[in-house]
């Protein structure tokens, strides 16, 4: 007998537990742990007493099963999957003796081997299965999941098959094919356009067959889509090899000769994206599409997922498994960029669910000139992914086909549980961060090491001529006839032979162009029949008897049916009415954000819960068997990736209203790199439309620097060649009109919108019937109050601050001071502005803002080329865009109006 040293009182309990469900239901205990059972006479029956010894054969028998225990655990922290270091050392090792075993036992045969499904097996046997399911090519994260239907569906996928490739002849010839593409490619641009920047794919290059790879398999499990998104390294190699963009449009790149016009500035070729069809070796056709980014890294992320789930939502309804996200990471930027944290919280959440994501981090063990080591704390940069029970394969990238292998499992594990999965593939950046850096000056021993290095394509080529499975001359003549190709095209472009580079548009927006400066200065058509209007607004505050929300609900909807009878709509009813006529007309519309359900001053209540069973109801969705869908969703508390997300869904919906509501304005800033990398220039970059909205709180009530200014000041520097919209509506009607209008033309640009806080229950911040139903949406509004005759003084504002001169205005019987209101700041309707100038010609005209002088809109007017100077009236120069003190804000607002009306 031999006592339970290798066991602690936790384990001969566990141990004691399990035997009693043994007798009591057998069919419930893993298999390995039955045989096990079966094969040891525990004598009484009543199980294993803690305080027991057992016999030296049941022990073996428990530290076996340890054992695979452990190799399935820890395997992935022993494996060979870095092609070009040493794995870091981990204690303790899955060393025998580790586990109560030694040498002497290899030879002995144990019941544990059932646990992989090898019967009794002896120990060196079940050894070899282990390392070779484990310890390879490829290791495994995935017990942390903790859903024992995944854990036992990949465990089965692995230790089936012992995690080793199983390629067919064909399949390996492609692979060859694939790499021979990406290293001759590479090779090419290296010394036809030396020191020109294309951030090479080499040392990675399995990510090729890879991506060919994961098309054509998941074509063949019914995809019928992918969209990818991926940063600038190995961007030209996967254009060319994967989307088949053409040699010679990327060579004419390469020699300046590209598509540009007015509005079209372009972007380097290693941002620009691609959309094509390609078709399977089965005949299958499938549409990939790499989406355009930026230099900020994983910025790309929440955009594509964005873009899938718009195309589950208007093309596929909502079946997941006929688009596939795929997004390409680097091993730096995965780890050390906060969007993409925010991205995978978002993957199980209702507003953003898009049915998994295959995560590939092309980790070439470097960040621009930082070691790995000093990227990251955690052991893996995918680490990420745990936070939400995500599987993680590594893999070496110089063993293609395990790279091949691994992407089919995560395909398939993706479409099962359409879940996210991530694939690392280990390998190295043959040059430094550009061709033209030096990376010997910080990683001298690793770029050593790397001089000296096959590259993919050579290991993989010897490897089959060694099996026998290709011959070596077919091999060269593969290389020789691609090359040969490759300098044809560049003799082509050289010699102005091959077809023009063109921009290409996404078709969906086909019947869409860039606006100029005459069709912003349009009047678009937004009215609505009278009746029609009315119905709707009482089919959307109609609360059905089964679905009751609490009674301040039920007032304030009993208090908007009251509108229609006094003929005066507030703000929320002009906005909730602009989604009723779009959805009336066909068209749908989306709105997501903070709290943005209720409104984050409790002003829209677009979805209720009943009182009794907080179960959702939606009056938008319930006024027409044919309208548009409407979806609200109060979002996870994020901008950055949220914003990002809306944005995407926006570049495929031209004709549906995209919305994305901050839970106040400034907090937009948390999502600058979005504004500013794709809202703003996406169009003039890379021909990306979107009529994205967004609804950003503003207004000066003495809430302090943070809760008063969405920061305008900042969109309009943005703002140039008719990119975008900036608004600051001071009516109901107003900001209806401009919601229509959005949809209403044969272009579509973002529009910003500041929208008021204060406003929402000001008495005077109403419209009528007639101001919605008639006519269209005014960029200026004029002064029904003044006499033209006998002005002096001409106010111009936007937004709130309208409402503060009025009633001064007002109470002082100032008519001899007129107020125009500037509802869109951009494009500056200067047209309408030259139309005021000649009714007040002989008046001084001044800029009024409640923000800064250095904020808001004033510094913005001074771009135009007006037919008058305004002077300023507004607060000084600030740090900071608002006061903290109650009383110093209303000192400040004060000072404003007497200076406006002195």
């Given at each position: 007998?031999l006592?339970?040293?290798?066991?602690?009182?936790?384990?001969?309990n566990?141990?004691?537990d399990?035997y009693?469900?043994?007798?009591s239901?057998?069919a419930?205990?893993?298999f390995?742990?039955q045989k096990?059972?079966?094969g040891?006479d525990?004598?009484?029956?009543?199980?294993?007493?803690?305080?027991?010894?057992?016999s030296?054969?049941a022990?073996?028998?428990i530290n076996?099963?340890n054992?695979i225990?452990?190799y399935?655990?820890?395997?992935?922290l022993f494996?060979?999957?870095?092609?070009?270091?040493?794995?870091?050392?981990?204690?303790?090792?899955?060393?025998?003796?580790n586990?109560?075993l030694?040498?002497a036992?290899?030879?002995?045969?144990?019941?544990?081997?059932?646990?992989?499904?090898?019967?009794?097996?002896?120990l060196?046997d079940?050894?070899?299965?282990?390392?070779a399911?484990?310890?390879e090519?490829i290791?495994?994260?995935?017990?942390?999941i903790?859903?024992?239907?995944?854990?036992?569906w990949?465990?089965?996928l692995?230790?089936?098959t012992?995690?080793?490739?199983?390629?067919?002849?064909?399949?390996?010839?492609q692979?060859?094919?694939?790499?021979n593409?990406a290293?001759a490619?590479?090779n090419?641009l290296?010394t036809k356009f030396?020191g020109?920047?294309?951030?090479?794919?080499?040392?990675l290059?399995?990510?090729?067959?890879?991506?060919d790879s994961v098309v054509?398999?998941?074509?063949?499990?019914?995809?019928?889509?992918f969209?990818?998104?991926?940063?600038?390294?190995?961007r030209?190699?996967?254009?060319?090899?994967?989307?088949?963009?053409?040699y010679s449009?990327?060579?004419?790149?390469?020699?300046?000769?590209?598509?540009?016009?007015?509005?079209?500035?372009?972007?380097?070729k290693?941002?620009?994206?691609?959309?094509?069809?390609?078709k399977?070796?089965?005949g299958?056709?499938?549409k990939?599409?790499?989406?355009p980014?930026p230099?900020?890294?994983e910025a790309?992320n929440?955009?594509?997922k964005?873009?899938?789930?718009a195309?589950?939502?208007?093309?596929?309804?909502?079946?997941?498994n006929?688009?596939?996200?795929?997004?390409?990471?680097g091993?730096?930027?995965?780890?050390?960029q906060?969007?993409?944290?925010?991205?995978?919280?978002?993957?199980?959440?209702?507003?953003n669910r898009?049915g998994?994501?295959?995560?590939?981090?092309?980790n070439?063990?470097?960040?621009?000139?930082?070691?790995y080591?000093?990227?990251r704390?955690?052991?893996?940069?995918?680490?990420?992914?745990?936070?939400?029970?995500?599987p993680?394969?590594?893999?070496?990238?110089?063993?293609?086909e395990?790279?091949?292998?691994?992407?089919?499992?995560?395909?398939?594990y993706r479409?099962?549980?359409?879940?996210?999965i991530?694939i690392?593939?280990?390998?190295?950046?043959?040059?430094g961060?550009?061709?033209g850096?030096?990376?010997?000056f910080?990683q001298p021993?690793?770029?050593?090491?790397?001089?000296?290095?096959?590259n993919?394509r050579?290991?993989?080529k010897?490897?089959?001529?060694a099996?026998?499975?290709?011959d070596?001359?077919?091999?060269?003549?593969?290389?020789e006839?691609?090359?040969?190709?490759?300098?044809?095209?560049l003799?082509?472009?050289?010699q102005?032979?091959a077809?023009?580079?063109?921009?290409?548009?996404?078709d969906?927006?086909?019947?869409?162009?860039?606006?100029?400066?005459?069709?912003?200065?349009?009047?678009?058509k937004?009215?609505?029949?009278a009746?029609?209007?009315?119905v709707?607004?009482?089919?959307?505050?109609?609360?059905?008897?089964d679905?009751?929300?609490i009674?301040?609900v039920q007032?304030?909807?009993?208090?908007?049916?009251?509108?229609?009878?006094?003929?005066?709509?507030d703000?929320?009813?002009?906005?909730?009415?602009?989604y009723?006529?779009?959805?009336d007309?066909?068209?749908s519309?989306r709105l997501a954000?903070q709290?943005?359900e209720?409104?984050?001053f409790?002003h829209?209540?677009?979805?209720i819960?009943?009182?009794?069973?907080?179960?959702?109801?939606v009056?938008?969705?319930h006024?027409?068997?044919?309208?548009?869908q409407?979806?609200?969703?109060?979002?996870?508390?994020?901008?950055?990736?949220?914003?990002?997300?809306e944005?995407?869904y926006?570049t495929?919906?031209?004709?549906?209203?995209?919305?994305?509501e901050?839970?106040?304005?400034d907090?937009?800033?948390?999502?600058?790199?979005?504004?500013d990398?794709?809202?703003?220039?996406?169009?003039?970059?890379w021909?990306q439309?979107?009529?994205?909205?967004?609804?950003?709180?503003h207004?000066?009530?003495?809430?302090?620097p943070e809760?008063?200014?969405?920061?305008?000041?900042?969109?309009?520097?943005l703002?140039?060649n008719?990119?975008?919209?900036?608004?600051n509506c001071?009516t109901?009607?107003?900001f209806?009109?401009a919601?229509?209008?959005?949809?209403?033309?044969?272009?579509?640009?973002?529009?910003?919108?500041?929208?008021?806080?204060?406003?929402?229950?000001?008495?005077?911040?109403v419209?009528?019937l007639?101001d919605?139903?008639k006519?269209?949406?005014?960029?200026v509004i004029?002064?029904?109050?003044?006499?033209?005759?006998?002005?002096k003084k001409?106010?111009?504002?936007?937004?709130?601050?309208y409402?503060?001169?009025l009633e001064?205005?007002q109470?002082?019987?100032?008519?001899?001071?007129?107020?125009i209101r500037?509802e869109?700041?951009?494009p500056?309707?200067e047209?309408?502005?030259?139309?005021?100038?000649?009714?007040?010609?002989?008046a001084?005209f001044?800029?009024?803002?409640?923000?800064?002088?250095n904020?808001g809109?004033?510094?913005?007017?001074?771009?135009?080329?007006?037919?008058?100077s305004?002077?300023?009236?507004g607060?000084?120069?600030?740090?900071?865009?608002?006061?903290?003190f109650?009383?110093?804000h209303d000192?400040?607002q004060?000072?404003i109006?007497?200076?406006?009306?002195?």
């Amino acid at each position: 007998m031999l006592p339970n040293s290798y066991l602690s009182n936790a384990d001969v309990n566990y141990i004691d537990d399990l035997y009693k469900q043994y007798q009591s239901d057998k069919a419930s205990v893993d298999f390995g742990w039955q045989k096990f059972f079966e094969g040891f006479d525990f004598g009484s029956g009543k199980g294993i007493p803690g305080s027991a010894t057992i016999s030296e054969d049941a022990l073996k028998e428990i530290n076996v099963l340890n054992l695979i225990n452990a190799y399935r655990t820890r395997g992935h922290l022993f494996t060979k999957t870095n092609p070009v270091r040493e794995r870091r050392k981990y204690t303790p090792t899955l060393d025998l003796a580790n586990f109560g075993l030694n040498d002497a036992d290899l030879e002995k045969t144990f019941n544990a081997g059932h646990e992989l499904g090898m019967g009794s097996a002896k120990l060196k046997d079940i050894l070899a299965n282990l390392k070779a399911t484990y310890c390879e090519s490829i290791g495994a994260e995935y017990l942390h999941i903790g859903d024992p239907i995944k854990i036992e569906w990949l465990r089965n996928l692995m230790e089936t098959t012992k995690n080793q490739p199983n390629l067919s002849i064909d399949e390996k010839k492609q692979c060859l094919n694939k790499l021979n593409q990406a290293t001759a490619f590479e090779n090419f641009l290296h010394t036809k356009f030396i020191g020109q920047k294309r951030f090479s794919l080499e040392g990675l290059e399995c990510l090729i067959p890879a991506l060919d790879s994961v098309v054509h398999y998941g074509a063949e499990l019914g995809v019928n889509e992918f969209v990818m998104g991926m940063a600038h390294r190995g961007r030209l190699n996967v254009l060319a090899n994967i989307f088949n963009k053409t040699y010679s449009d990327i060579f004419s790149e390469f020699e300046g000769k590209v598509f540009q016009d007015d509005q079209f500035e372009g972007d380097v070729k290693y941002h620009l994206g691609y959309t094509t069809v390609v078709k399977t070796p089965n005949g299958k056709e499938v549409k990939i599409k790499l989406s355009p980014n930026p230099s900020h890294l994983e910025a790309v992320n929440p955009v594509v997922k964005g873009m899938v789930r718009a195309k589950l939502d208007h093309l596929y309804n909502s079946d997941i498994n006929k688009v596939c996200p795929i997004l390409i990471h680097g091993d730096a930027a995965i780890a050390g960029q906060g969007i993409v944290y925010e991205v995978v919280q978002m993957s199980g959440l209702e507003a953003n669910r898009i049915g998994g994501t295959i995560h590939i981090v092309t980790n070439n063990q470097i960040g621009f000139t930082t070691n790995y080591t000093d990227s990251r704390t955690s052991i893996y940069c995918t680490d990420v992914a745990k936070t939400t029970n995500c599987p993680v394969f590594h893999v070496n990238g110089d063993d293609v086909e395990a790279v091949v292998h691994t992407i089919k499992m995560a395909m398939a594990y993706r479409n099962k549980f359409n879940c996210d999965i991530f694939i690392d593939l280990l390998g190295y950046r043959k040059y430094g961060h550009n061709e033209g850096d030096e990376p010997r000056f910080t990683q001298p021993l690793l770029y050593k090491i790397i001089s000296s290095h096959q590259n993919p394509r050579e290991i993989y080529k010897e490897k089959l001529i060694a099996r026998g499975e290709i011959d070596a001359e077919i091999a060269n003549e593969m290389e020789e006839q691609f090359k040969q190709l490759l300098q044809v095209t560049l003799d082509d472009v050289k010699q102005n032979k091959a077809p023009e580079s063109k921009l290409k548009i996404d078709d969906i927006w086909k019947d869409y162009h860039f606006p100029k400066k005459e069709d912003f200065e349009a009047t678009t058509k937004t009215s609505f029949d009278a009746k029609r209007w009315t119905v709707l607004a009482k089919a959307i505050n109609t609360i059905p008897a089964d679905n009751l929300p609490i009674k301040k609900v039920q007032q304030l909807y009993e208090g908007r049916l009251k509108m229609i009878d006094n003929n005066q709509f507030d703000w929320a009813m002009g906005e909730l009415m602009a989604y009723a006529t779009l959805l009336d007309e066909g068209h749908s519309v989306r709105l997501a954000g903070q709290d943005c359900e209720r409104g984050t001053f409790s002003h829209r209540h677009a979805l209720i819960k009943k009182e009794d069973s907080e179960s959702e109801y939606v009056p938008l969705q319930h006024i027409s068997d044919k309208q548009g869908q409407f979806n609200v969703y109060n979002s996870l508390l994020s901008e950055y990736a949220e914003l990002g997300f809306e944005y995407g869904y926006s570049t495929f919906t031209p004709n549906h209203l995209t919305i994305w509501e901050a839970q106040f304005g400034d907090f937009a800033n948390g999502a600058q790199i979005m504004i500013d990398q794709f809202i703003a220039s996406a169009g003039t970059k890379w021909g990306q439309y979107s009529g994205l909205v967004m609804l950003l709180p503003h207004g000066y009530e003495g809430q302090g620097p943070e809760h008063s200014s969405a920061r305008m000041e900042r969109f309009l520097q943005l703002c140039g060649n008719n990119n975008m919209q900036v608004m600051n509506c001071s009516t109901p009607a107003s900001f209806y009109h401009a919601l229509r209008r959005q949809l209403k033309r044969d272009f579509r640009v973002p529009m910003v919108v500041m929208t008021p806080k204060s406003l929402l229950r000001h008495p005077k911040c109403v419209s009528t019937l007639e101001d919605f139903t008639k006519g269209s949406f005014q960029e200026v509004i004029s002064d029904q109050f003044a006499d033209a005759k006998k002005v002096k003084k001409v106010l111009l504002c936007s937004g709130k601050i309208y409402y503060e001169l009025l009633e001064k205005q007002q109470a002082d019987n100032r008519k001899d001071v007129a107020i125009i209101r500037v509802e869109q700041l951009y494009p500056l309707p200067e047209h309408v502005l030259a139309q005021v100038y000649e009714q007040y010609s002989k008046a001084d005209f001044y800029w009024v803002q409640e923000e800064p002088r250095n904020m808001g809109t004033w510094m913005h007017l001074s771009r135009y080329d007006l037919p008058f100077s305004p002077k300023y009236i507004g607060r000084k120069s600030s740090a900071s865009p608002a006061t903290g003190f109650k009383k110093t804000h209303d000192k400040e607002q004060a000072a404003i109006l007497e200076e406006a009306f002195a």
